[in-house]
């Protein structure tokens, strides 16, 4: 009687472990929802690499686009013609 009464209980809890824990039926919900966030997060950063992509190839050494230049060094050296007027945006 106790051997078959310790399988019960080890079947058992396998099986609530399969319907209710972390793995189980019940979680399974949860990933999708998981699974649906985590692709809208992916193609924000998709849209991002691909910027930075067309960015790094605008600023290639061998080939580099004179206005992209010319932006980067004014906005870090803080170069300004005499004839220039600056607007502020912030």
């Known amino acids: ?24 039926l019940l979680a399974w919900g949860g990933y999708h929802r998981n699974l649906n966030e985590r692709k809208v997060e992916l193609a924000k950063l998709e ?3 691909a910027k930075l992509q067309h960015r790094s190839k605008l600023l290639d050494p061998n080939k580099a686009d004179p206005d992209m230049a010319d932006e980067l ?3 870090d050296l803080g170069l300004v013609r005499d004839d220039e007027i600056i607007v502020p945006l912030n």
């Open 73 to 75: 060094v004014r906005r």
């Open 47 to 49: 849209e991002q690499k």
């Open 1 to 24: 009687m106790f051997w078959p009464a310790l399988a019960l209980l080890v079947v058992g809890n396998f099986a609530g472990y399969a319907v209710a824990g972390p793995n189980g």
